[in-house]
């Protein structure tokens, strides 16, 4: 299979704890980018990287949320103090630069109780 | 500020055509994407329209873009149960080169 890939698929987290996810893009892909799902929405945007550059973020990472992609393969999405609000589907997507098609991966989701 | 808007629902008899309906706001939006959700799954890559085109056409797909009115829409012929899934109608290109505006979605359902 050599679509994007995230792990887990479903995590399950007690408030205050952190929590990390990892995504896997496509191998040819440099861009990767991360977005947030709440039931019945569409995904937000969230952040993305150009190779292991971060290039843009959203208001809505909040400082509790860091996103790294150190070698400029797979990247993790990392939450740290979890709050209910932040109980959604994380999903990975990844592209060739300058190339507007974003193929998508299967999402984490995350459950906050 | 950017905004896709389209209907919250859709119900279709199988055989029949199927039309999905989105508008947007932002008319520097260089490409126009409809994605397809099944429960539990991530969102499958449908279709895109480059800005600069009226339609485009893939096998039971149709997509017609109205610049003007900025209306983005998707049909889709002979619908079958399989095609039972959340479209997302959505934008790139505009404030952003990068990133993806997508709107609620249009939960499909095939009658028999």
């Known amino acids: 299979d050599t679509g994007v890939s995230q792990n887990p698929r479903h995590k399950i987290t007690k408030r205050g704890q952190n929590v990390t996810f990892r995504c896997d893009p496509i191998?040819?892909?440099?861009?990767l980018y991360w977005y947030r799902q709440t039931l019945g929405q569409g995904p937000e945007f969230l952040t993305y990287?150009?190779?292991?550059?971060?290039?843009?973020k959203s208001r809505l990472l909040s400082d509790r949320f860091s996103a790294e992609r150190p070698k400029g393969s797979f990247s993790t999405l990392e939450i740290q103090r979890t709050e209910q609000g932040d109980s959604a589907m994380y999903l990975c997507?990844?592209?060739?630069?300058?190339?507007?098609?974003?193929?998508f991966g299967p999402g984490t989701r995350l459950t906050v109780t | 500020g950017e905004d896709v808007e389209q209907s919250l629902f859709l119900s279709v008899r199988e055989g029949d055509s199927s039309v999905i309906n989105c508008t947007y706001t932002?008319?520097?939006?260089?490409?126009l994407y409809w994605y397809k959700q099944e429960p539990g799954a991530g969102l499958q890559l449908l279709t895109y329209?480059?800005?600069?085109?009226d339609m485009k056409q893939d096998q039971r797909l149709t997509v017609l873009l109205n610049k003007k009115d900025k209306h983005l829409s998707l049909r889709i012929a002979d619908t079958q149960t399989g095609d039972s899934a959340i479209y997302f109608c959505a934008e790139s290109g505009g404030s952003s080169a990068s990133k993806i505006i997508f709107g609620s979605g249009t939960r499909l359902s095939i009658r028999p």
């Open positions: 990287f150009q190779n292991e550059a971060q290039l843009e």
């Open positions: 997507a990844s592209s060739l630069a300058d190339h507007y098609e974003q193929y």
């Open positions: 932002d008319s520097s939006s260089t490409y």
């Open positions: 329209i480059f800005s600069n085109m």
């Open positions: 191998s040819e892909h440099n861009r």
